[in-house]
């Protein structure tokens, strides 16, 4: 049937919905029978120089009709491989006369303010490409200076002349008045037929002229790539029998319509990683843990993220590129709060100039991939190290599907260890743990360094590797579980396959509550408008039918303060003194202060519109082999009684050493079993691997539960 992954029977004449999920390794397909609640999966090899072949034979391999797909969400890694691999659009940038080297000059913070030798971004558009339009308007969008559309054709000129194929326009006061950024617009759509030009006030209205301009640089710099590719995607499905247009996975936690994505690439940046923090905050509610931990381990990065009472946080915060040494680049849009880091199952050990093991971030990906899958990859990576410690079975690499080469692990780790004075085993287990250590900063990076106790969270994972090191990670941090949900090898996919289409409306407006220079605030009025602006575009981009649900929140700080703090906003009548209560409740939790008595400003207005959730009976596996059962009725009762493994190995757990180890078929385990580790548990899609000293469970929703201690 399948090359990658056996992924289900046909479905036949059926209401079926789908999510792809692009990843750096694989490309991961679930499909849910809106009827019946059956779901089936799939995974296929990515294919980088050409994407759209990797979700094509996701297809293939789920063996689904394209014909009766209703509705088919997409998750695509095509923004953010343009904007690391530089490959996208030559971009030009139109702004206010006189500031053409906003993004030459950027912060003058430093990520490491004791790294005297950092270097700045280099911009994406070089100085020769960055035009001066003249106009001025203030902070309140009252014109100081007339826009002179006169300059616009001489800008267009030498755009044409230079062969530029993007434009962004970002004046310095657009949040507040984007009149003269629609006539420059408009006047630049003309003179250049075919160019896409990108706004900064259509992308986004909040303040900080670097953030913006490099929002609508980036944005512009992706689109016509983003352009090409999703209607090549589109014209491919639609030939195979997909007669629903496509909808794609937002960076917000939220879809959107082909129309959306394509005007708005850079709100794609993450995508995959928001699909999976969606469905880890679907696991926690339905397990009654409102307070989850969520690690996605692909092949390429591991991400992380927190949710607290059940929500999704975002941030319009976010930096592509951005390490402890390196500033990276803005992205002023509504992005999951998410942290990421190059340590995922491709990612590659290497020496450096001292002798020490350094782990990422460069990855062997798809093709040529680790050295195992003797695809022309030599250099040992974290699957190889896996794959020599035991934890993986070369013979049921992806159920069997792809063939994997032990020994040609073993020689990789022997060519890099051998000068260290290294056995292949002793680097093997090097390289999972510096990779472990990797992951546990990344995790405190979003709890504990942001005031949150792990204790308090469960840890929930996805992705391909994230069940082989989860319950390492998660004894560490000393959460409550680790919760593997069923298929989280493709969790981001079925985590797509959940999400409700959203729009995120963002706007700058600056006023103080009390004291001197307290301005009048009629938080109904702001908030009504943009709820009205939110609620007419999700229909008119074709994001969803309707509006089934309005979420407010508010930008607040202290009267001098620099940086603001997120308050959620309750529907209905605004109590502005409830509003700034919560706004010291929520300062004192992030920064472990208050201060009552100062004067307090709400800087920006946020309003995200819902469009309505997929509803699905209760999921069931399909009947095939990558199908374990997903779903049993909480209380039901069940068989506890454990059952025999189908096979043993010896495993490496390091400190703890080798053990003769069990191995579990996940399909196999009946709901209630309780397992003493060390053991292993294997599916197609992914391996849970379960130390010395920790137990696991299945409970009634098809989740393995693995616990610390006695």
């Known amino acids: 049937m399948s090359a990658d992954a056996p992924a289900g029977g046909a479905p036949g004449a059926r209401s079926l919905r789908v999510a792809t999920d692009i990843g750096g390794t694989f490309t991961d397909l679930v499909w849910i029978d809106e009827v019946t609640g059956e779901l089936g999966i799939a995974k296929a090899s990515t294919t980088p120089r050409d994407l759209a072949q990797g979700v094509l034979d996701a297809v293939a391999r789920a063996e689904v009709s394209l014909a009766d797909v209703t509705e088919f969400v997409h998750g695509t890694t095509v923004v953010i491989n343009a904007l690391t691999e530089r490959n996208g659009a030559r971009t030009a940038l139109v702004t206010t006369a006189g500031f053409r080297d906003v993004l030459e000059i950027g912060r003058g913070n430093r990520p490491d303010m004791y790294n005297l030798v950092s270097r700045k971004p280099e911009p994406f558009v070089p100085r020769r490409h960055r035009f001066e339009i003249r106009e001025r308007v203030d902070r309140h969008g009252t014109v100081v ?31 507040a008045h984007p009149a003269h950024e629609r006539a420059v617009g408009a006047r630049l759509a003309e003179l250049l037929p075919g160019v896409p030009v990108t706004l900064s006030s259509d992308v986004t209205r909040e303040w900080r002229e670097f953030e913006r301009s490099s929002t609508a640089v980036l944005n512009a710099y992706v689109q016509p790539r983003v352009e090409r590719y999703l ?31 394509r005007a708005r690439p850079i709100t794609m940046v993450e995508s995959g990683p928001a699909a999976g923090i969606v469905g880890a905050a679907r696991i926690g509610a339905r397990i009654g843990e409102p307070n989850v931990i969520y690690l996605d381990i692909g092949g390429t990065t591991a991400k992380c993220s927190l949710i607290l009472d059940g929500q999704v946080a975002t941030t319009t915060e976010y930096r592509i590129d951005w390490r402890p040494d390196y500033a990276g680049y803005p992205v002023m849009v509504p992005v999951v709060d998410i942290v990421e880091i190059g340590a995922g199952g491709g990612s590659i050990a290497w020496a450096d100039a001292g002798g020490a093991i350094r782990v990422g971030p460069q990855s062997a990906g798809a093709d040529p991939g680790p050295a195992c899958y003797e695809r022309g990859g030599t250099r040992p990576t974290v699957t190889d190290a896996k794959l020599v410690a035991g934890v993986l079975d070369p013979d049921y690499f992806l159920g ?26 002793a680097l093997a287990n090097g390289i999972i743990r510096l990779v472990n250590a990797n992951m546990i900063n990344a995790l405190k990076l979003v709890s504990v360094r942001r005031g949150h106790d792990p204790r308090d969270f469960v840890l929930v994972v996805g992705g391909g590797g994230g069940a082989m090191h ?18 989280s090898g493709v969790f981001s996919a079925w985590g797509m396959s959940m999400t409700a289409p959203r729009l995120d409306v963002v706007q700058t407006c600056i006023a103080r509550l009390g004291g001197p220079g307290a301005t009048a605030v009629d938080l109904d009025a702001l908030f009504g408008a943009l709820e009205g602006e939110a609620a007419a575009a999700v229909v008119e981009e074709g994001i969803a039918p309707r509006v089934v649900a309005f979420e407010r929140a508010a930008d607040m700080r202290y009267a001098g303060q620099e940086h603001a703090v997120r308050v959620a906003v309750a529907a209905g009548p605004a109590d502005l003194a409830a509003v700034e209560r919560d706004f010291h409740a929520a300062h004192l939790q992030k920064y472990t202060f208050e201060l009552p008595g100062d004067p307090v400003e709400i800087v920006t207005y946020h309003v995200t519109a819902f469009g309505p959730e997929p509803t699905t009976p209760a999921a069931r596996a399909a009947a095939n082999p990558a199908g374990a059962p997903t779903a049993a009725t909480p209380g039901a ?22 053990h003769d180890t069990p191995v579990y078929e996940r399909a196999a385990l009946p709901q209630g079993v309780l397992l003493a580790g060390p053991l292993v548990v294997e599916e197609p899609t992914t391996t849970t691997l379960v130390h010395p000293g920790q137990t696991l469970t299945s409970d009634a929703f098809g989740n393995l539960v693995i616990r610390f201690g006695a």
């Open 470 to 487: 989860a319950a390492a990670l998660g004894a560490e941090l000393q959460v409550r579980a680790v919760i593997v949900p069923p298929h």
């Open 231 to 261: 209607d090549e995607l589109q014209q491919r499905l639609a030939a195979g029998g997909l007669e629903r247009p496509l909808h794609l996975m937002l960076s917000n936690a939220g879809t959107a319509s082909l129309a959306a994505a």
């Open 637 to 658: 009762s069940s068989a506890t009684a454990a059952p025999s493994p189908k096979s043993r190995r010896p495993v490496d757990f390091d400190v703890d050493g080798v």
């Open 400 to 425: 069997g599907a792809l063939s994997v080469s032990r020994e040609a692990s073993e020689r990789a780790l022997a060519e890099l260890g051998a000068p260290l004075g290294l056995s292949p085993a």
């Open 145 to 175: 200076a007339p826009l002179q559309l006169a300059d616009v054709d001489p800008v267009a000129a030498a755009c044409r002349a230079a062969g530029i194929e993007a434009v962004a326009v970002c004046f310095l006061h657009g949040y």
